[in-house]
């Protein structure tokens, strides 16, 4: 099987999705739409914390849009490394020039796209807020904080990344094949062989990184 990671977008139910007046579209999307060239869509949120959002934050608020960046509160998502990876130092990332990707296996190296401008943008112009979007309706877009805290929006922007494309297989046929399968089908017996080794594994990280073994406060996906 390779058909990829990256193929069957991973799409949220938002609540109230039948009474949005704006759009819900999906990053595999939004090169292909006209979010951006349309003056009626002005309010635009993006969901998620990976490389997609990121680029869909960027292309918007250059377009003039008002933006609402929203992560959920455990969020970690691809950014980190992809994001920070500094313009002008080497880094395992190869900087594309504006619109060029230079993606270049025989160098060994990654394709991305960064700017300069990224990190300025998102401070001085992107409202950022962590939490799950609870509602949508009408032309709002309501979150689920404590404060009720609720937008104008024109337009859904789903930085939210990819499903498993394993679902032309029932499940059985999954596991004959050794293909990924969902976890809470897995026989006990198979929990209890990877639990032990996993532990077996972390005991020999432990005893070499000896700090990991009481780390601060974390979230565990
Ligand atoms: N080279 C490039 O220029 C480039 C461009 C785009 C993407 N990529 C690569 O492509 C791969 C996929 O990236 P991606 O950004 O498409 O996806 P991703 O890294 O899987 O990120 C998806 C994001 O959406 C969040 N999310 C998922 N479901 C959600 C929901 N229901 N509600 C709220 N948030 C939700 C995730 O949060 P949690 O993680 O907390 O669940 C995560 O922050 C990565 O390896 C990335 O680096 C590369």
């Known amino acids: 099987m390779a058909n990829g990671q990256s193929s069957v977008p991973n799409m949220p139910n938002f609540p109230g999705k039948e009474h949005f007046r704006g759009k819900v579209i999906h990053s595999v999307d939004f090169g292909q739409s006209d979010v951006v060239q349309d003056k ?8 998620g914390a990976g490389k997609s959002a990121a680029d869909m934050v960027y292309e918007v608020v250059k377009a003039g849009k008002t933006v609402s960046w929203i992560i959920h509160e455990t969020g970690n998502g691809s950014l980190g490394a992809a994001a920070f990876a500094p313009i002008d130092l080497p880094t395992p990332y190869k900087n594309g020039d504006a ?3 230079n993606y270049n296996l025989a160098e060994k190296t990654a394709g991305g796209c960064h700017f300069a401008d990224f ?4 401070a001085e112009k992107v409202y950022v807020y962590r939490g799950d979007v609870k509602l949508l309706d009408g032309n709002e877009l309501y979150l689920n904080d404590k404060n009720g805290t609720h937008f104008p929006c024109d337009a859904v922007l789903c930085g939210t990344g990819w499903k498993s494309g ?5 499940n059985h046929t999954l596991m004959e094949l050794g293909l990924p399968y969902p976890k809470d089908i897995e026989p006990q017996e198979v929990t209890a062989k990877w639990e032990k080794l ?9 005893r070499r990184f000896v700090m990991l073994r009481n ?3 974390h979230y565990h996906k």
């Open 198 to 206: 996993v532990g077996k594994a972390d005991e020999q990280v432990l």
């Open 99 to 101: 619109n060029i990707s």
């Open 40 to 47: 009626s869509i002005q309010h635009i949120a993006v969901i």
């Open 215 to 217: 780390p601060p406060k």
């Open 166 to 170: 394993l679902d032309m297989f029932e």
């Open 119 to 122: 990190w300025p943008l998102v």
